[in-house]
């Protein structure tokens, strides 16, 4: 368990996870809330469903692994679980839609969707997340802090501390 949460104290961690957890988020926002000319869940749930043929399940996953599994990589909440859940998603985004289209977003209006370049980097900052964890501030590292010193309470004392809880 304590593998999942494991960080270090690294301002890469902190600066990795704030910058791809705002960018993801405005993505999640647009899927979930129809915020910045999105579609809402409704929409972009019959889009992935009705027009490619996905699963609810994984359309569902994708919305709520964008908007609100971009917050709690803001928050360094589950660091590792959301980087590898973004890489699964950007994998499927290039297979299914983007791959077609070549490397180069359509920054010029010159070919008919986007490039999967964005998808790489995505897939790039998640698994320097995976290596680093969380980094500086991030829920991740007071969880583990938390566990390393409940594992660190001696039996006896842990005995005391439970008589006394349930004293109260």
Do not use: C
Not at 1 to 13: C, H
């Amino acid at each position: 368990m304590q593998a999942l949460f494991k960080t270090d104290e690294s301002w890469a961690g902190l600066i990795l996870r704030v910058a791809l957890g705002g960018v993801i988020f405005a993505h999640g926002a647009q899927k979930l809330l129809g915020w910045y000319g999105g579609f809402g869940f409704e929409g972009t749930m019959g889009f992935f469903t009705q027009k490619m043929g996905l699963p609810w399940v994984i359309a569902f996953l994708v919305i709520i692994g964008e908007s609100i599994g971009s917050l709690g990589l803001i928050a360094g909440l589950l660091t590792r679980f959301t980087a590898a859940s973004f890489i699964v998603i950007m994998l499927g985004a290039i297979v299914t839609v983007h791959l077609p289209q070549g490397f180069f977003m359509n920054w010029f209006a010159q070919q008919q969707g986007e490039g999967f370049e964005f998808h790489l980097l995505v897939i790039a900052m998640s698994l320097a997340l995976l290596v680093v964890g969380g980094g500086k501030w991030s829920l991740d590292g007071v969880i583990v802090r938390w566990f390393g010193e409940r594992a660190a309470v001696p039996v006896s004392k842990a005995r005391e501390t439970s008589f006394a809880l349930r004293m109260f």
